[in-house]
């Protein structure tokens, strides 16, 4: 091609192809940028960004409370009781610091340190992101004695701000209806938002959050205020468990770092460490999570050895962390955040600021507390123990698989292609289904897994006890990744979709619990980084003469069978519903539920690991009263009930 076609062809490309997106257009143009994604996620995240800001105020020591209500026509108002958002001339931009602030990226306090000195969210560009994907915002501010307020359009001010009363309280409103244009659907899960401000609630002491739902006709209302803080949080996290002994907390601040962290040990056998960083949840950990693995194993073994506890047992860092429960909060004016998720902390002074910390404050509370003291390091033993075991259950089982021709699993119905990034693997229950599965499957790339049964409930028993159950080791070796620390490894992981299909029915959704329980517990990085999904079956097969149309639920049936409703009189129609998976022959399972085309699948993701923890510890521990509750206080989300 010459220069000339290049110019004056089809692909020419030159200055006036060059688009410059003034104010907010970007963010509606590009909106996963800047919160994620469009999808359900991203909508309850504009929230959390509005509520990061009146966080801000109360972690400054100028606010006492938040207020959300979630109104009838899905519109939020958050309302706090802080200064107050700026409202005077901005010198630069001589506007009013609240439009500024509502109208430009990364314009905001929270890079002024004299301001905020720690803050959350997504540092200055919160507010703007928030009234740039709403249809309409509304801000009102009370501040000297005013009430100042502004409107905006799809991010745009409808007038100058503007002063509309007086006032003797100080704080900003902000109510806010998210765009139908970006986001798909405008529906605020309650019990989601619920979850992250009552972490709000732990994490900063004495705050009050209310969360108010105006939806119903019987108004919906949880308040969040917990003047223990983290104390508080472990034992929400532990109130369905055995703790050992009261929580142990400490906090302190060196080098502008503040440190807080709270923990016990219980009667489990898992490790639940929730670390956070300027409220952020940080699901990945970083520096604040190695430094106080580090001081905690350390800190443990010197008390052990000085007091004669450990029996001439060596204690490792795993062993330390068998049954604790613990919340590691820091607050660092900059933090850095890495990772796949953004959600790993990488500042390398704070590992040692909480070691420091942690080693001294340890210390100083096991010499003041020794029959606690005892029983940490009577645990401690215990699971060294278990650990030793497990090593050799381990071993057993991979000196049995060399001596096998086939290392795999025989049941298993593996696929040709061995990139894993290409493969996926259906864990299926039964073996009738299992055998439609492999039938249907495409053999290139999907592998097939039948399970006799359920698995194992691993939240109550230990590693060595786990890796003797039959089901559990046919997944772990389907998989490749290992399990437990130390052993398992991502990098081996083989197939990059690990998809649970089990049958639409009670056992079915026991099984696929028992599944994600497993996965949670010891190999939680598969969900944290996005591997594990749930097939969606259909639940209905509806025959019209010679068609056939799948329902997933009941909505999609009854809009099927309205469609071919005439004059309130429907023709003869064939429904079925499907019990389990086996009904269906391969060709039907490949149609709605394997062909990539075509079928639904739902992600397991992340969004708040103290809560998945406390559901996990609710549905499969050993008290049967928080269970019925929780069953009973969901009964009416239930969308199929099998009976």
Partial sequence: MTDKQSTNGQNAYSAENI??????????????????????????????????????????????????????????????????????????????ALEVIMTVLHAGGK??????????????????VVNALSEW?????????????????????????????????SGTKTTFMADTEIFRKVHYDFDTLASRLRDLAFLNKGLKITLIDEREEELKEEVFHYKGGLIEFVRYLDQHRLALHKPIYYEDERDGVQVEIAFEYNNSFSENIFTYCNNVNTIEGGT?????????????????????????????????????????????????????????????????????????????????????????????????????????????????SALESNALPGKLADCSISDPAQCEIYLVEGDSAGGSAKQGRDRRFQAILPLKGKILNVEKARLHKILSNDEIKTIITALGTGVGEGDFDITKLRYSKVIIMTDADVDGS?????????????????????????????????????????????????????????????????????????????????????DPEKRTLLQVTLENAAEADHIFSTLMGDQVEPRRQFIERNAKYVRNLDI
Avoid at 290 to 306: D, P, V
Avoid at 511 to 530: A, P, S
């Fill in 19 to 96: 688009q410059v997106l003034k104010g907010l257009e970007a963010v509606r143009r590009r909106p996963a940028m800047y919160i994620g994604d469009i999808t359900s996620r991203g909508l309850h995240h504009l929230v959390y960004e509005i509520v990061d800001n009146s966080i801000d105020e109360a972690m400054a020591g100028y606010s006492t409370y938040c207020n959300v209500i979630i109104h009838k026509d899905e519109s939020v108002t958050v309302e706090d009781d802080g200064r107050g958002i700026p409202v005077d001339i901005h010198k630069e931009t001589n506007k009013s």
């Fill in 111 to 128: 890079f002024d340190k004299s301001t905020y000195k720690v803050s959350g969210g997504l540092h200055g560009v919160g507010a703007s």
């Fill in 137 to 169: 915002c509304i801000v009102e501010v009370f501040r000297d004695g005013f009430i100042w307020k502004q409107e905006y359009r799809r991010g745009v001010p409808q007038a100058p701000v503007k002063k509309t009363g007086k006032t003797k309280k």
């Fill in 288 to 400: 604040h999570l190695s430094g106080f693995k580090a001081a905690l194993t350390r800190t443990l073994n010197n008390y052990g050895t000085k007091n004669n506890l450990l029996k001439k047992v060596s204690i490792q860092g795993e062993d330390t962390r068998e049954g604790l429960t613990a919340v590691v909060s820091v607050k660092v004016a900059e933090p850095q955040f890495e990772g796949q998720t953004k959600t790993k902390l990488g500042n390398n002074e704070v590992k040692g600021i909480v070691e420091s910390i942690t080693n001294d404050k340890l210390a100083e509370f096991l010499e003041h507390n020794p029959p606690i003291g005892r029983k940490i390091i009577e645990k401690c033993i215990t699971a060294a123990r278990s650990r030793e075991a497990a090593k050799k259950a381990r071993e057993l089982t991979r000196r049995k």
């Fill in 510 to 594: 026991h099984i696929r619990t028992l599944l994600l329980t497993f996965f949670f517990r010891y190999m939680k990085e598969l969900v944290e980084l996005g591997n594990i999904y749930i097939a969606q079956p259909p639940l209905y097969k509806i025959s019209v003469g010679r068609e056939s149309f799948y329902a997933y639920d009941d909505e999609e049936k009854e809009g099927i069978l309205k469609r071919f409703s005439k004059n309130g009189k429907t023709p003869n129609i064939n429904l079925q519903r499907y019990k389990g998976l086996g009904e269906m022959n391969p060709e039907q399972l490949w149609d709605t539920t394997m």
